[in-house]
């Protein structure tokens, strides 16, 4: 090889090195055998090898060399950490269990909760290491303030197992909680900027989980394939209902059954019409299902709402006089609504006679209606609440001078200033602190709502699968397979509740930094559990339903749920001012000054007049609106791609059913042209193919030969071989241009070109076979 | 099992990850299991060959109604026998596996599909492949008439060129329009 090329060689040689290794990244999606893929690869290098390192000339070939080296070394590292993250995934062989037992769809949840375990995860690293432990490590200590330590009261029994799990007591006056953070604005030698870092991992948290969300349902959406209005039915019952994780003999009989139901519904489905009789009673049921649920969604929120009012009351009696029921009232009764409700929800959608997938998406959005309004109410009593305190707040500062006089009433004149008195922290009267018992609030909630789940599921599969096992050597009928037989796994149901869930450690994660740390905690007991119960206690589904696209459906619902929990905290932290003597924005008018305050004292003067720039409504407005017409616009180009697929698609018709027209016209004309040398083809072709001719070639060859239809008629004795009925074109009726059907027969027939030919058509005289036929007379 | 025989060169590892869309675990996974299927003797021949029934007691595919096209498909073996190699059996598993593209997945799919191997999915295809997925007693199989029915649905809707048979590019149309494909068309080991 010449050391110097010329440079139009040069970008010859370049292109195809570039060519070479473009062929080499796409070879693993070439549906190729193998053999044939390594030896292209091997090839491949060998070619770039060869001709790389002619590539770089001169000064800057050891340049260009070691580019290459560190490209390849980059490569290699990429594919290493693939391997890496892959095998750092947990709950793999679990999951893939379990997806061999049950098919992909129960096996969606689990990795559901595996993502969200991931979320969680991150959350937690959050405020953990950004807000706990620096308050921890670097604050100041317990007891140094009134704060930061339990109150002389409540001092007896603040260690008693029954407070602390109510999240009172020690556990309330430590990191877990908002109100025991210090408003200092430096703390420790790092000077950590703990209000500043509270506020933003609390912002952080939010927007961190939005990205997320968003990114997953784009990436969900690309592989759906853009939403094409067509939907396949037929086709893709056929080609993509078998699940090929399946790998479970009972599992696969299942599908089967399942399978084949779908196809019979289908075909009578799409059967008969519509009967129209009785339509009346079936819209005065459906409207009768409607109001009996809404009924129950207002019946539920009622009672939501008259149990929190109890609660207050219950509090400003003081705790200790009630009984346990009564302390709890508030989270037992939601985690019971939320228990109950779907199933009268289910009974009432047998009066609907729904098909069983609307069925199931009417059952879904009932039970999100359910949860929302159980939530919100829940949030309207707290707000009551929150108003309560606040006004208490001024009550209470008012008391605190008072108190603070008394302190130095008869050891001081009315004008000398006297050394402070020290006083213990845990003798101060503190104020009401609404921050910390919202918190409270939350995290009870969570915990009461994790301990009915996996009671549920103890009782309501494990226990229920025992029985049945063991009842059913004594029992009258046949308790597997008649009525409570094993219970099967909800899907959308845990996903719901894994959603809700989700929902209030978003809503509650600002004033109660454990929050995180408790769901990951839930999570992980959750994976094991549910996996072991799924295991044990739980049979494959009978009918299979995958909510086409179900994977945007739920992020979907995650999404609107991430909106809706973020609003009643983005309110409170806007218009409710923070306590005066609790959390690390004690003393401010409103949480968001802290931002300010960061601005004016941490950064340069410019800074601060760019950033009161850039908020300003002038300059937002606008922003706003151009982001409102980008959208406009990308709505409407969207449409317009929409519009220009569909017109392609008809034009592929047509053009297909041209071409194909065009394909059997040149067919006839090749066999026309060629006379007895295709002929002999033929019959060559025919003696030793196994499929012979298609009927309608084999028939026109006839008909051209014939000449006329008389000779037809005389000829129809002749048996044709035995064929495949032949595909019939659709539309073969329509009129073709060029061809001429003549009626009663379907295949097209050219006119005027008939020769007057006699001839007679038998056996092949070759060998002997009745298949086929060959002309024996040719003419004089 | 110590033997370099009966261990993966690494260079080889190495390409196999270049060419399929495996991880190097799961190749490593997939030479072990294959290994175990051979008998004692094939395995110091330099490229053996699993025979069919063996490769169908494997428990992933043991349950598979298409399992015996899946071997047909994948195999190179000039007796049509459905036997795989290794290297086959790693082709079969890169189509199966979680990172495999739709074009990928979608061709083998289509090949095995076509039952009777012309390039094309006819009515004798899909009667053949509704057979398949209706199982193996009588009293899930579909009659005549709603075999019938139900092939003459599929062929309204996929059949874009009307000819009365779905090609490659016409089934991939199909495919790539449904949500399931790609997570239902998956074998892990």
Redesign the interface.
Known sequence: KPEVLSPEELEKLKEEVDERKKLISTLRGKPWPMRKKLLTLRESHEFVEKYEGALGKGKSRKLYAYKVMMLKKWMKFQRDFENFKTACVPWEMKIKEIESHFGSSVASYFIFLRWMYGINMILFGLTFGLVMVPEALMGRPYGSMPRKTVPRADEANAMDFAVLWDFGGYAQYSVLFYGYYNSQRAIGWLKFRMPLSYFLVGVGTVAYSYMVVIRTMARNANEDGGGDNNSFNFSWKMFTSWDYLIGNPETADNKFASITTSFKEAILEEQESRKDDNIHLTRFLRVLANFLVLCCLAGSGYLIYFVVRRSQKFALEGLESHSWWERNEVNMVMSLLGMFCPMLFDVISALENYHPRIALQWQLGRIFALFLGNLYTFIIALMDEINLKVNLEEVLKLNMTIWEASLYNGTLGANSTAPPITVHPADIPRGPCWETMVGQEFVRLIVSDTMTTYITLLIGDFLRAVLVRFLNYCWCWDLEAGFPSYSEFDVSGNVLGLIFNQGMIWMGAFYAPCLPALNVLRLHVSMYLQCWAVMCCNVPQERVFKASGSNNFYMAMLLVILFLSTLPAIYTIVTIPPSFDCGPFSGKSRMFDVIQETLESDFPAWFGKVFSYASNPGLVLPFLLLMVLAIYYLQSTSKSYKQANLELKKKLQTVSRTINKVLTLIQYLLYSLCGTLSENLICTKLCDHTSPLPLSLSKKIEKRRVGNTEHIKERATIKFPLLPPAPRPRGATESLGPYQVTSGNQHPVFRGSQTPRDTEYDCCHRCGNGKHFIDRHRPP | MGTTASQLRKDLLS?Y?????L???EIILAHKRFSELLSKEDRNIPTPRVPMEKVLSL??L?????RKRICHVFS?SDMKDGSLTF??F??LL???SDSA????KS???FRI?DFDDDGTL???D?EK??NC???ETDD???TTE?MR??IS??LE??D??????VNLSE?QH???????????????L
């Open positions: 390409e990850q270049e060419l399929t869309f991880t190097k675990q428990p992933e043991k349950s598979n109604p298409f190179t290297e086959d790693l082709d890169s189509a199966f593209t739709l074009e990928i061709h083998y799919a599909f006819d009515g004798g899909l492949l509704v997925l209706t199982g899930t199989r579909l709603e029915q139900l649905n599929i809707e996929s874009i060129d009307k000819d009365g048979t089934f199909v495919i790539s329009r449904s949500p399931d494909f790609v997570s239902s068309f998956k074998i892990v």
